[in-house]
Each structure stands twice: as C-alpha cells, then as structure tokens.
C-alpha cells in the first residue's frame, strides 16, 4: 500500500520571502523523494502567493514545481489541488496541462477506510469582517470577470505587491503563535462540524501556518500543516497511521 501525503502554503514567488527559488527546489526535491511511495499528493491550498489566470495567459515562473506535478500525474500518481485565499484565480490550466485534480470547496472523502475532511481553511470560523468582505468580493464571479478585463501585467504586479504587503505587516512576516483550544478558529469550526458529521476522522488544514496535530475525540484527530516557508512540513498517512513531518532534505530517499 502506497501513502497519502498532504502539504500546504508554499506561497511560491513570494517577494516577502527571500531566496524563493531555493524554496522551490526544495519542496521539488521533497515531491521527487516521494514519487515512487505516494499513490495521492493533497496540496491544501496557497501553494502559489498570487495566480490569476487568464483564459491564454497564465503567471510566468514556477517551471520546476509545474514540471514536477506533470511528472507525478504522468506516473500515475493522483494530485489534487485546493484553492486557497491567495490563488483562488486557479481554472483550468492545472488540469489540462499538469493532470491535476481541482477542488474549489471543502472535501470530505474516504482514504484507506477513513473519512476525511479536507480544506484550506480560509473561511471556516474566522469572523474577521474584512477578511470575509475581501474573501466573498474575491470570489465573486461578476468581479472577477471585470479584473480579467485588466492587462496582466497590471493585476499580476498588484497581487504579488498585495500579497507581499499582506504578509510583512504581521510581525516578523510570521502568523501568530497557537492561540489554544478556545480562540483557535479552525479547531472551534471543527468540533462544530464534527457534532452534525461524527464520521469524520481526520480534518487536515493549511492556512495558518503552525504545526498543530490535536485530538478532537476518540476517534477524530485534526491537524494544521505548518507551511513550506518556515516549517517545511508535511502529514503522510500510510493506510494506518496519520502522522505529521518536517522535510530535511536528503533524509529522505526515493
């Protein structure tokens, strides 16, 4: 039986990060070092900064995760892709040209026996105001279709800019350390959720950038992936066991 792995919040290209190619290799390295033991990847969203799409252009750059995500489906190995607050513009470049899965909402599916809850995690229990109004206005099918309208080069430039101001403005570029059981949005949305589906297993986020594995109950467990920024981490789960990593680069063997 081959594993599961699930990762998130690579940002790639981001002008607040400094040697962003370095970066990529490295998480190219990681995904070539699982090729041959994964039978599904799960990128849980924002693994680009800002990607707008247009209908024959697409950003430039990222050739060597693009490449790797085509070699991966080319070998048979299933990719799915979430949006995530930063590239929510993703349509169907991916699928077409890479072989990847999309997924535009939450998913909730059975791996190996086990339900699982999958998601970014933008939007779920986060009452922030301006985040929801930016959240809903970003989505918007009529807003979206007049930013299209815009030369690419124009929005292309604002979002990366948007993107890079978003994160220097939190201190250190950092998110907030874990705030506990009670403040933590995530984990409030999914005890929530885990009343009405009892079911679920697993619920396996990004978004917030920490590294957290939590038990919600006796038979569900949550996790928050960390990020490809600071964290270079991971969760693999191998028909059994789920557990959550952190990649050291040539630890790990093909």
Same mark, same amino acid.
Not at 193 to 202: F, R, V
């Given at each position: 039986m081959k594993n ?5 919040d ?8 400094k040697?962003g190619r370095?970066q ?6 990681f995904?070539?070092s699982i090729?041959?033991k ?5 990128l849980?969203? +924002?693994m680009?900064?800002y990607w707008?799409e ?5 950003p430039k750059?990222y *050739?060597?995760?693009? /490449? $790797?995500l ?10 799915h892709f979430f949006?995530g607050?930063?590239?929510i513009?993703?349509? +169907?470049?991916l699928?077409?040209?890479c072989g ?6 939450p998913l909730? *599916?059975?791996i190996h /026996? $086990? ?5 970014h ?8 105001k ?7 206005a970003?989505?918007?099918p009529v807003?979206?279709?007049i ?7 124009? *929005?292309?430039e604002w /979002?990366?800019?948007?993107a ?11 998110e ?9 949005f995530?984990v409030?949305?999914s005890?929530?959720y885990l009343k009405?589906h009892?079911n ?5 986020y990004?978004h917030?950038?920490i590294?957290?594995d939590?038990?919600l109950?006796?038979?569900a467990?949550?996790m928050i992936l960390g990020?490809?920024?600071s ?5 693999v789960f191998?028909g059994?066991n789920l557990f959550?990593?952190e ?7 093909p």
């Amino acid at each position: 039986m081959k594993n599961i792995y699930f990762l998130s919040d690579a940002h790639l290209g981001s002008r607040a990060i400094k040697s962003g190619r370095t970066q990529e290799r490295r998480l190219v390295n990681f995904l070539d070092s699982i090729k041959h033991k994964a039978s599904a990847v799960y990128l849980l969203g +924002d693994m680009f900064d800002y990607w707008h799409e247009y209908k024959n252009v697409v950003p430039k750059g990222y *050739t060597r995760f693009l /490449g $790797k995500l085509s070699e991966l489906t080319d070998m048979g190995v299933e990719v799915h892709f979430f949006i995530g607050n930063h590239d929510i513009w993703c349509k +169907d470049y991916l699928t077409k040209e890479c072989g990847v899965i999309m997924h535009y909402e939450p998913l909730t *599916t059975e791996i190996h /026996g $086990k339900e699982f809850y999958l998601a970014h995690g933008d939007g779920l229990g986060d009452p922030g105001k301006t985040f929801k109004f930016l959240r809903s206005a970003f989505r918007n099918p009529v807003l979206q279709k007049i930013f299209a309208a815009i030369h690419p080069g124009w *929005t292309l430039e604002w /979002g990366l800019n948007w993107a890079k101001h978003s994160r220097l403005k939190r201190e250190d570029g950092k998110e907030p350390e874990y705030m506990g059981e009670n403040k933590e949005f995530l984990v409030l949305y999914s005890k929530e959720y885990l009343k009405a589906h009892p079911n679920i297993n697993y619920f396996i986020y990004g978004h917030r950038h920490i590294m957290l594995d939590l038990m919600l109950s006796r038979t569900a467990r949550m996790m928050i992936l960390g990020d490809w920024i600071s964290y270079f981490s991971y969760a693999v789960f191998d028909g059994e066991n789920l557990f959550l990593e952190e990649y050291i680069e040539g630890e790990t063997q093909p």
